[in-house]
């Protein structure tokens, strides 16, 4: 099996690969197709010849180009549990008319059960299942495969997880955890190698996965208060107050031009705390910063 991360946008999205067939799970945020196609022909990788489409939940970071994509030949594939969240996301996308979203068109995609793919996967030469792993949103699914690699999207990351007893997150990681993996692939932060557990990568998989930065293996920090950063304490102060002013500015639907001049933020940081507080429900300034990768700002 071969593994591709695909770097076009700040989804985390991978390309799988067998002798068989070709696997994309996740896509990036509605606008970024074209970065998609290059992304694509970078790796020698024609989109034709990817045969299905997994999307880990409907939030619009993780489904915004799924129509352009299965438009050129992938199918769109979901568990069952899905099929009522294909749209959650449209009304995001309608107030941007540049972004040229294409909502997804219903009668293309193929409904599995939990049952279903497995032999759905098989199919195309991989051993694994989907799993209905809610959570983060009631849509949230994993990709589980047989050799230990689990995507699952923004499910609450495991270094979280003592923080989540009792609830729908400590149920999802323990039907993840009861298949023992070996890497944990999520959609916004790096992967998560679980080194005790099955041997990762297997000798015949070949990953193309930047590890480079070596957070999520970190984790959990000896002081962790979830966070996985590593500024100093007056700088992750600083960060906090400056985050919690962009979302403020939000709430008040200022322009992103009018947060800049009022909190002097970079633009950058701007977009993507915007993102992620409008498409994750209830999320805090903590929340925000352990999903958006600060350390470069
Ligand atoms: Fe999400």
Request: aromatic content about 8%.
């Amino acid at each position: 099996m071969n593994l591709y991360q695909l770097h076009y946008c700040k989804t985390n999205t991978y390309l799988l690969e067998s002798d068989l067939g070709r696997i994309l799970f996740d896509t990036g945020w509605a606008g970024t197709f074209d970065a998609f196609l290059r992304e694509a022909g970078s790796l020698k990788i024609s989109v034709q010849s990817i045969d299905a489409l997994f999307i880990s939940h409907f939030h619009p970071d993780h489904m915004g180009i799924a129509q352009q994509i299965a438009d050129l030949g992938p199918q769109i594939v979901i568990l069952d549990m899905q099929a009522s969240f294909l749209h959650a996301s449209d009304s995001i996308f309608a107030k941007d008319p540049t972004l040229s979203f294409v909502p997804i068109r219903d009668d293309a995609v193929r409904i599995l059960s939990p049952t279903q793919s497995r032999d759905f996967l098989s199919t195309l030469g991989f051993e694994g299942e989907l799993l209905s792993t809610p959570g983060h949103s009631d849509d949230s699914i994993s990709l589980c495969l047989d050799s230990g690699e689990c995507f699952v999207g923004d499910l609450n990351p495991l270094y979280e997880l003592p923080l989540h007893q009792g609830t729908q997150i400590e149920g999802s990681w323990e039907a993840l955890l009861s298949r023992r993996p070996g890497a944990i692939y999520y959609g916004h932060a790096r992967p998560y190698f679980c080194g005790s557990q099955k041997t990762v990568p297997p000798e015949d998989t070949t990953v193309n996965v930047d590890t480079r930065d070596d957070r999520a293996n970190s984790l959990p920090p000896e002081n962790t208060t979830g966070t996985a950063d590593a500024h100093p304490a007056k700088d992750d102060h600083n960060l906090y107050l400056l985050v919690s002013r962009i979302m403020r500015g939000i709430d008040k639907r200022y322009s992103m031009e009018k947060i800049q001049r009022k909190t002097g933020a970079d633009p950058r940081l701007i977009e993507d705390v915007t993102r992620m507080y409008l498409t994750h429900q209830n999320v805090g300034v903590q929340g925000i910063l352990d999903r958006i990768e600060i350390k470069n700002r």
